[in-house]
């Protein structure tokens, strides 16, 4: 039988099996190892093999999400096109996830968001309670012409009704 997880993922299966075996070992060994079977699956080609034999065989990108879990639009981003193409979309993604958020934390005020989470309402109800008047909202413009919604509980010295929109 031909084997098809790579040699990292096998040992860090067999690490698992082992202390499965011997009874579990001590919690964060159990964790450690838990963790270093997930990080060998999700990094070990046999999942894009598979992927690309379920196609040749005439499986549906909805079949296949199915089977892993996913969306199909999420499946075929992830394993879509050619080893060069899905290197590059990785890539790209590892280059937002580690950029700074683009929105500043020096505004006054709440957002929209963090107004419904500290009220523990949604963001529509935000909203209602600005046309009510219950609370006062405004737009701060940044010089570089980005737009913030930020909202003041009333009474708040930083909330101008003349400017509430």
Avoid: H, N
Avoid at 17 to 36: C, H, K, N, V, W
Avoid at 59 to 77: N, Q
Avoid at 134 to 153: A, E, I, M, N, Q
């Amino acid at each position: 039988m031909e084997l098809f997880l790579s040699s990292t993922t096998t040992a860090a299966l067999q690490q698992l099996l082992t202390l499965q075996a011997d009874g579990g070992g001590l919690p964060l060994e159990r964790l450690r190892a838990i963790r270093s079977l997930q990080t060998a699956l999700e990094q070990d080609p046999a999942t894009l093999d598979a992927v690309r034999d379920a196609l040749a065989a005439g499986e549906s990108w909805d079949e296949i999400a199915e089977a892993t879990g996913l969306k199909a639009p999420a499946a075929k981003w992830r394993w879509g096109g050619t080893d060069d193409e899905i290197s590059a979309r990785l890539e790209a993604g590892r280059k937002r996830s580690v950029r700074p958020s683009s929105v500043p934390t020096d505004l006054p005020g709440l957002s929209v968001a963090d107004a419904a989470a500290a009220r523990g309402v949604s963001a529509q109800a935000i909203y209602l309670q600005v046309r009510r008047g219950t609370l006062v909202s405004r737009t701060v413009t940044l010089p570089d012409g980005r737009s913030y919604k930020r909202v003041f509980p009333a009474g708040t010295p930083d909330a101008d009704p003349a400017a509430s929109s």
